[in-house]
């Protein structure tokens, strides 16, 4: 049985679905998470064939250099402001979902924290999880 990922910004003027399966999991402390969240990280399901990711309504994007140079894009709805995924130019077959804009959130499940050097003792995340300075080599 194909498990279905689904969910889509608060306003619900952009919605996503998949049946296939996240390669990585991932709670991330870096600078431009913390900010995008208004939290101490942002988490993510990335899943390998974007075009398997069904993506109605029209989101906003801007880019951002990674610290490996790398352009990502994030995509948010111009209504309500969600940050809904982003993108990668480097690996333009990823896209990453916002585990918090998920239909069930329970479905996140964490396998590592990056960026743990930028992380903050009010947000703390499961220590039992694989910490990495940076991104994990892939």
Same mark, same amino acid.
């Given at each position: 049985?194909? *498990?279905?990922?689904? @969910?889509?910004?608060?306003?619900?003027?952009? +919605?996503?679905e998949?049946?296939?399966?996240?390669?990585?999991?991932?709670?991330?402390?870096? +600078?431009?998470?913390?900010? +995008?969240?208004?939290? @101490?990280?942002?988490?993510?399901?990335?899943?390998?064939?974007?075009? /398997?990711? +069904?993506? =109605? @309504?029209?989101?906003?994007? #801007? *880019?951002?250099?990674? /610290?490996?140079?790398?352009?990502k894009?994030?995509?948010?709805?111009? =209504?309500?402001?969600t940050?809904?995924?982003?993108? !990668?130019?480097?690996? &333009?077959? $990823?896209?990453?979902?916002?585990?918090?804009?998920?239909?069930?959130?329970?479905q !996140?499940? &964490?396998?590592? $924290?990056?960026?743990?050097? *930028? @992380?903050?003792? #009010? /947000? =703390?995340? /499961? &220590?039992?999880?694989?910490?990495?300075? *940076?991104?994990?080599?892939?």
């Open positions: 049985m194909t *498990r279905l990922y689904a @969910g889509g910004c608060a306003c619900g003027a952009i +919605r996503y998949t049946g296939s399966q996240p390669v990585f999991e991932n709670h991330c402390q870096c +600078r431009d998470c913390q900010k +995008r969240s208004g939290t @101490g990280h942002g988490s993510y399901l990335s899943f390998a064939g974007k075009a /398997d990711v +069904r993506i =109605t @309504g029209e989101a906003k994007t #801007w *880019r951002v250099a990674a /610290d490996s140079g790398a352009e894009i994030h995509a948010f709805c111009p =209504t309500c402001g940050p809904v995924y982003l993108t !990668f130019v480097a690996m &333009p077959d $990823v896209i990453a979902i916002h585990a918090a804009s998920l239909d069930d959130p329970g !996140f499940n &964490p396998q590592a $924290v990056t960026y743990t050097i *930028r @992380g903050h003792v #009010w /947000d =703390t995340v /499961d &220590p039992a999880l694989l910490q990495f300075e *940076r991104m994990p080599p892939g």
